[in-house]
Structures are given as structure tokens and as C-alpha cells.
């Protein structure tokens, strides 16, 4: 058994920061890119970000594994079995006590918003969460364009640029939302056609990055976040700042939308709870046993 502390913060925020100004905006707007087996783009920036932060994480932190999204779907998956094979404890404080292989890994996105990216469009981020006994512990996006940081450990609130999210200072439509972050394509068919279709939303917006979707909803500048499928690398950093700046979030199937698994997720999110409450009768969700 060892005894540790959750990294620093301040240091992982400087070294993010760095990688993030020195790596992404030198190209930005001009990268060359190509498509993935999936059908997603990839740039020489999404590679060399994710190797310098790999770098970086592994210099100052051993202990953790790492899952990153330009890894391969086995390396990902054999991250995870590592890291869920022996349990930990987390302490109050952040201390914690367990088996130095196998205890948790980092989730990285390192550029996400790749199109954008690309295209020379200014919204994309760098996304990494900690993740412990398949809970999330800790939690970073940088956007290197506005230089905002946006983090999180778990049961201590959310920060923007080192002040903390207060959302009950911030104001919510009642009635139809004003902006609606919604990623029409991801939905289910039939509930695009009655989005459309009955229009419970003033104006509706995408932005083409899932971090900063969830930075964004955090920072109240959406009413409701709709999404029909994020990757594990979208949603593992995001949501543990949404939901630790007080936001209510669920997935579509009525389940916590982190489970710790390398599988898609669906979310509906909102900070107000009777706007949250009728988006959620709205859509239909049917409640787990």
C-alpha cells in the first residue's frame, strides 16, 4: 500500500496551458488533416498534443495510466481493465491509499473540436479527466482561443479561470430557452422530427465541441444541453464540472452518464429544475427500475 495526494492542480493547469499555447494555436487554421477509420478527423496537432501531455502526465505523475482518444479501441480498453483491476480509497482531502498499478488513469481529448480545428474555426479545446475506482476525481477543459480553464475535483466545486461557478447567480428561461445546445444529428430520429417539429426552444445552437458545450453549460450560457452520443473522452472531464457546479444531468436512457466504461452516452443536462423537469417529461424518458 502507498499514500498519495490528487495532483496538484495549479501544476496541471500550467502544463495544459503551455502544451495547449504552444502546440495548438502555432497552427491553428492551416493544419493538414485526414479522415480515421471511423470517419472523424485527425490532424498532426490531435497526435503531437497527445504525446506531449502523455509525456507530461507520465514525468509527473506514474501512477496513472492514460486513455487518449487517438489510442486504439484495445489499448483504450486495456487501460481500463488496469485500472478497475484493484481498488483504492479516496480520502478526504483528496489523500489516497492503494495499489500503485492498476489505481486509475487520465482520459484525454487533446484536441477536441478537430473539425473546427481545421476549418479555422475558434471553438475547440483540450479535455482530461482523472478517473479512480471508474469515478471521476478530477477534471480540466482549456480553451486556448479566449484562454479559459475550466476544472473540477470531485466534491469541491467547479472553477472558471480560478472563481467559483455559482450557479445560483445565474439566470434561467422559464419558459421556452433562449439558446439550446442541441446535436441534432446523434439524436434519435423520432425525437429530432418532434424537436423540429414543435420547436420548445427559442434558437438552438452546436458549437462542434462537446468540452465546450459542457464548460459553456456550466458557465450558464446555455439553458439546456441535448446530445444523443458522446464518447467517453467528451463527457469524462465535462460533466463532472457541469454536475460540480451544481447542473442536473441524465442520459436519455435514465442512467448517471459517466459509468466508467469506454462506451457512447447520451445527456440531457440544465441547471434550473423545473426547466430540467419538463425537458425530461418532454422528451419522454422513461425512469429506471
Not at 231 to 247: C, P
Amino acid at each position: 500500500m502507498i499514500n498519495m495526494i490528487l495532483p496538484d492542480i495549479e501544476k496541471l493547469k500550467s502544463l495544459v496551458k503551455t502544451a495547449a499555447q504552444e502546440i495548438l494555436l502555432k497552427d491553428f487554421g492551416h493544419s493538414e488533416s485526414e479522415y480515421k477509420e471511423d470517419g472523424s478527423i485527425v490532424t498532426p496537432a490531435d497526435i503531437a498534443m497527445q504525446d506531449r501531455l502523455e509525456t507530461e502526465l507520465k514525468h509527473h505523475w506514474p501512477m496513472y495510466g492514460i486513455l487518449g482518444e487517438e489510442m486504439t479501441e484495445g489499448a483504450q480498453l486495456a487501460v481500463i481493465e488496469q485500472a478497475t483491476r484493484n481498488k483504492t480509497v479516496v480520502a478526504h482531502g483528496g489523500a489516497v491509499s492503494g495499489p500503485k498499478d492498476g489505481q486509475g488513469y487520465w482520459c484525454i481529448d487533446p484536441l477536441d473540436g478537430t473539425s473546427n480545428y481545421a476549418a479555422g474555426l475558434p471553438f475547440f479545446a483540450v479535455s482530461i479527466a482523472l478517473i479512480i475506482n471508474n469515478q471521476q476525481q478530477l477534471g480540466l477543459i482549456y480553451d486556448p482561443v479566449r484562454d479559459e480553464m475550466f476544472t473540477a475535483i470531485k466534491g469541491q466545486g467547479a472553477y472558471f479561470n480560478a472563481q467559483l461557478l455559482d450557479h445560483s447567480r445565474m439566470k434561467f428561461t422559464k419558459n421556452k430557452p433562449i439558446i439550446a445546445e442541441i446535436d441534432l444529428k446523434r439524436l434519435p430520429k423520432d425525437l429530432t422530427v418532434k424537436l423540429v417539429s414543435e420547436s420548445i426552444f427559442a434558437s438552438q445552437r452546436n458549437i462542434g465541441s462537446s468540452a465546450l458545450d459542457w464548460c459553456w453549460m456550466a458557465a450558464g450560457r446555455f439553458d439546456i444541453y441535448l446530445h444523443g452520443g458522446q464518447k467517453l473522452w467528451d463527457y469524462a472531464a465535462g460533466s463532472l464540472i457541469f454536475s460540480e457546479a451544481g447542473g442536473r444531468l441524465v442520459s436519455l436512457d435514465d442512467n448517471e452518464v459517466f459509468r466508467g466504461q469506454l462506451e457512447v452516452r447520451s445527456v440531457l443536462a440544465c441547471f434550473d429544475e423545473n426547466l430540467f423537469n419538463y425537458w425530461y417529461r418532454w422528451i419522454g424518458i422513461e425512469r429506471s427500475e
